[in-house]
């Protein structure tokens, strides 16, 4: 079964608007990693942060992490056409170390 | 850098058919990975290596064999294809100083009839 489940499954928004997409995981993580998919392509890795950190920021990107409530949020800020994409979040667990577990990934789809 | 070069692009195989899909990397990246990627499904791990001459066993290895005799090279083997094998396959390499980010390659897109 899949360790990180991404919510919503597709997400489609106006050109400029604000973008969230959550995941949520089981077990315990070392770090958990945020990746982007365009349409027939490879992943792109966006953002990794770790399990004692709680938020980070990269350009228009920002993840929060609550291992509390093992989830993470990926928010996309002014989003333009170009981030038109599939967003996955992957796990780096605990146990089994030299993994990567994917979730099922966000279909985000910005409107001009 | 070329990074994470995968061959071929697409691949239509008949069931019984073997074949070997390539991925090579000029990173000196230590781990390398592959995936399947299915509609719906995410990415799931096949099989992994965390250094020349190591393997282990994803998260569905079954139908697939690997193997790892340079840091550069990470072949895929499908012995005998079935058509439940018909995916998109997706290898990786990371640095194996930490947990760092996984490079992606392209991708080979295999059908079996």
């Known amino acids: 079964s899949q360790q990180g489940e991404e919510d919503p499954q597709a997400l489609s928004i106006q050109e400029g608007e604000n973008a969230t997409m959550n995941c949520s995981y089981k077990?315990?993580?070392?770090?958990l990693q945020w990746y982007r998919q365009n349409s027939g392509r490879g992943l792109v890795h966006l953002i990794l942060?770790?399990?004692?950190?709680r938020e980070k920021h990269s350009g228009r990107l920002r993840v929060t992490l609550d291992t509390s409530k093992k989830s993470s949020s990926l928010l996309i800020t002014a989003s333009r056409a170009a981030d038109t994409a599939s967003y996955f979040c992957?796990?780096?667990?605990?146990?089994?170390?030299?993994?990567?577990?994917f979730g099922q990934g966000t279909r985000l789809t910005i409107n001009p | 850098n070329a990074g994470v070069t995968q061959t071929p692009k697409f691949q239509v195989l008949k069931t019984g058919q073997s074949m070997t899909l390539q991925c090579a990397q000029d990173?000196?990246?230590?781990?390398m990975s592959w995936y399947r990627q299915d509609p719906g499904m995410g990415l799931r791990l096949i099989h992994y290596?965390?250094?020349?001459?190591?393997?282990d066993q994803g998260e569905v290895p079954n139908g697939y064999n690997v193997s790892r005799s340079t840091t550069e090279d990470f072949p895929l083997r499908l012995l005998s294809a079935a058509p439940s094998q018909t995916s998109v396959y997706f290898c990786?390499?990371?640095?194996?100083?930490?947990?760092?980010?996984?490079?992606f390659g392209p991708g080979t897109r295999l059908t079996v009839t």
């Open positions: 077990t315990s993580i070392n770090n």
């Open positions: 990786a390499s990371r640095s194996g100083q930490g947990w760092n980010e996984q490079y």
């Open positions: 990173m000196n990246h230590e781990y």
């Open positions: 290596s965390v250094g020349a001459g190591i393997t």
């Open positions: 942060i770790r399990s004692n950190e």
């Open positions: 992957a796990t780096v667990l605990v146990q089994g170390a030299q993994k990567l577990v």
